[in-house]
């Protein structure tokens, strides 16, 4: 590759459209605007969602809900079957373990949480911000233990 053989993919740069340039041109005479009215002049038009006065659709409609995003909780997640397929017997697990073996991709704000999808054989020590119900009680099935931080 040079720098004079470099050009843009097919199709990607078009010709500008060269209005009012005679009637041969298809754009020529009123220049694609019609005749006369509110779109033809200078300037002319209306903003989006304009009705010509009547209430708008979108304040016609009633509003509904809300978002609590604000107190939303974001946890990173990770299940007890991604335990069993990634650490031996006896081994301590933590968000810090996980992400440096790539099974997270980054710790979120809440810390981890670990849920119960799947089975566990092995005792492991889980060490995070939360657990489900299921996930706990088959921790310790296992002879495991699962430490709240």
């Not at 509003?63 to 946890?75: D, E, I, L, P, S």
């Not at 373990?97 to 889980?126: P, R, W």
């Amino acid at each position: 590759m040079k720098l004079h053989t470099i050009a843009p993919a097919p199709g990607a740069v078009t010709k500008p459209k060269r209005l009012g340039r005679g009637i041969g041109s298809g754009l020529g005479k009123t220049s694609g605007k019609g005749h006369k009215g509110q779109w033809a002049r200078s300037g002319g038009g209306v903003r989006p969602g304009f009705e010509g006065g009547t209430m708008p659709l979108t304040r016609r409609l009633p509003k509904r809900g809300f978002k609590n995003a604000k107190f939303k909780k974001v946890y990173s997640i990770v299940n007890l079957k991604t335990l069993e397929e990634r650490f031996e017997a006896g081994a301590v697990v933590n968000a810090q373990v996980l992400l440096e073996m790539g099974v997270l991709a980054k710790i979120e704000e809440y810390g981890l949480k670990v849920l119960g999808d799947g089975e566990l054989t092995k005792s492991l020590t889980v060490q995070a911000n939360k657990f489900t119900e299921s996930a706990a009680k088959k921790i310790t099935e296992a002879g495991g233990t699962a430490e709240v931080l």
